[in-house]
Structures are given as C-alpha cells and as structure tokens.
C-alpha cells in the first residue's frame, strides 16, 4: 500500500469517526420510511420488540450512559471500530487466499 493510500484511508476513517461520534447525534429523530407508513397506517402498535432490543447498543445508545449526547456518540464510534476491525479481516483473509493461490 502507497503512502498516500495510507494517509488517504486513515483520513477517511478519521472523518468517519467524528461523524459518528459527534455529528450522529444531530440525525433526525423522526421516524424512518417504514416507521412512519406504520404509523399513518395504524398498525405501529402492533410491532413487538425486537431480539435484541435489550443489548447494550440498542436504540442507538449505549446501555447505562445517562448522558444522551455521549451514549449516541459512543455508540457510532463502535460501530466504525466493530465495522473496521471486520472489514480489515475480511480484506486480510482474502489477501491471505490471493496470495496462497498464486503459489
């Protein structure tokens, strides 16, 4: 990987961070494409909760952060860190694979 390319990419990952981890907070808060034909339609309240409604990065917080701002920030950042640290597995075991069928 060039210089550049570094720099280029650890720029964006950079910017994603502070987008998720500041800007993030100020998304709109009404209610997406979905929710709000259920809701013009009458049947929102017929939705159940999902699955994993009650782990720690539900509803777009962080479990047990009382601070709305902060819990809404920390959980962006670990969305860019948990979709980072995969994409970089992917990216090596594919590079890995390439590699091994050359030889």
């Given at each position: 990987?060039?210089?550049?390319?570094?720099?280029?990419?650890?720029?964006?990952?950079?910017?994603?961070?502070?987008?998720?981890?500041?800007?993030?907070?100020?998304?709109?808060?009404?209610?997406?494409?979905?929710?709000?034909?259920?809701?013009?339609?009458?049947?929102?309240?017929?939705?159940?909760?999902?699955?994993v409604s009650g782990s720690p990065l539900a509803d777009y917080g962080v479990a047990g952060l009382d601070n709305e701002r902060l819990s809404v920030g920390v959980s962006g950042v670990i969305g860019i860190l948990v979709t980072a640290a995969v994409a970089f597995a992917v990216f090596a075991i594919a590079k890995k694979l390439k590699s091994g069928a050359k030889n």
């Open positions: 990987m060039s210089r550049w390319s570094k720099k280029f990419y650890t720029f964006f990952f950079l910017v994603s961070l502070a987008v998720a981890g500041v800007l993030s907070f100020y998304a709109s808060s009404h209610p997406d494409g979905l929710e709000k034909v259920a809701e013009d339609k009458g049947f929102l309240d017929t939705a159940k909760d999902s699955a």
